[in-house]
């Protein structure tokens, strides 16, 4: 059956579901933030054939992603979330299990941070179309941005880089990774499908804040790519950066993808992996490590202009990393 | 010049001339909304060829109706806005004055209230999508809804019905209002292409409830048409509505367009007037109508369960209202 046979009221009858009693009937939703905190607000737009395809992303993994591109924007600036929106433009011809399946895939992201759906929209267009909207709220003074990184400050990155790429790759391509395990393969494309935002490193933040209230924090997330958060971050902070390409950490199954110069070129620009680029003071960093398994400091902060990789097996070549490979929409 | 000959970076920078300085640049916007304020957010996504033509809406005027339509959502609940976000899917050949002057229509139409754009997202799609989330306040205890009517207290709306409709005729047959004046004309298709969100209505409400803190106001905005309004608050509150036809503020300039049974459609079916609908006791409407121009009583809430229109010069033929004629997106 497709949405054009279930009408309007159908569609929406079948959407209710996944949201909340209270939040279902008004012009708008009602939400009651805690006192004293700030509201933070992003929003995306996803549209079919342009960021995701039924090739390579299923229904439940488009509303998964979807929901997870928000939430790690919410992450980002150190927020928790508080509800999101969905917009909606959906083909007349659209299975109504697609529809389900797209829900069922945000409802299970969302589940994970008892987050609900609080409002939306669904109108009819000649493409699938879908828009985002999260609310979160974090305490003013512990909120994280790119501009506020100091020099000689820890890089550190949330996780392993370039799994994301892979997992597509291996989505793209049936041959490719005949000598992985299908477990290893599977981790990669589940990277690629089901993104985790990270918002489970913000307790481990608060307990660093809770030991040293006047702490700063500079980051963003790496869904453009991990080069384009460090350039960005440092951009933004007026400060260089010096990584270390063998710190970087990621899984060895990627050297069996591909050689190792198209490994980096994943691992940098690859993008879509969802980890957090955090700046802080070198020891602050150390201590947060040792609470976020796979998490590494990958470098520091400089007095310089540039963000330099340093390559090479005694990190002797220096590569200057630009973000003009990032993601570019048009 | 088209959008994908300036770039994502160039129509990025464009756009950001629409948004106050400190919003830009992080993952996402950062708000401080007053204390002990409930929050009211709502979404709307409009599509190119569904919801606007460049036939009856230049650009300014897509903008401009896209941002009041959701501000009209936020009136509807009793809300002042915060600001909104707008992610745009755009075709690359979409000339980029085009862009610009969709921008503009959502600035006039935001500057209004103060309101400003706090964050987005621009994506290729291979037609013009617009989604505008709208984020306000409002005190927990004046939050207006459709459920909490009384029977026997007063129906009210905020204005006139039928103009938006009236204005779509005009701008859809030139040959049409051959007898309307110049300004007539006009009048009407401005009232379709610049729609006006009820906030004014607002301080009114405001002062009501400042007399009489526990007032209660059910209501909803118009949008859908004022039928379905009438209809969507009887049945959200359990009660029925006796409107009189002869009560429900029209221009005479309608009935120079349409036989007055075509009129009457329009004013109760045409939609797109973003009035307010709003019920409360009888001795407040009749307070608050002396302050709002333009405004009329047109009926009751009753005991029963349908919502009737009561027509003819004596006000003695019924016809029971129903929202099969409202807006349906599919």
Redesign the interface.
Known sequence: ME??D???QG?LAMVKRFCPLEVV?????????V??Q??????????E???FSDRTTPAIAVGWRSVSANL???A??G?SP??I?????LR?ETPINWVEQLYEGMAECLDQFQTPI??????????N?I?I????T?A?QR?I???TAQPEWAIMVSGAHGHSRAGLELLLNENLGASLSETEKRSLQHHHQYPQPRLDILPSLQKLWDSDPHLIIAG??SSDGLADAIVQISQ?SGVGARIEAQKLPHSNSLFQLAPAETVLDWVLYGGEDFELVLCLPCDRAQQLIKHIPGSAIIGVTTTETETILLTGTHSNSEIILTQKQGF???
Chains 1, 2 share one sequence.
Request: aromatic share 2%.
């Open positions: 949405i054009r279930l009408g309007e569609l009937g008004d012009d708008a939703a009602v939400l009651s933030p006192a004293d700030s509201l933070v607000v992003t929003t995306d737009m996803l549209v054939g342009c960021h790690s924007d919410l980002a600036m927020a508080l509800g929106t969905v917009a909606l433009g007349g609080i409002g939306g929209d669904i109108c009819r267009s000649p493409i179309t828009s909207t999260a609310i979160g974090v003013p909120i941005k790119r501009s963003m997330d933004a570019q929409h048009f």
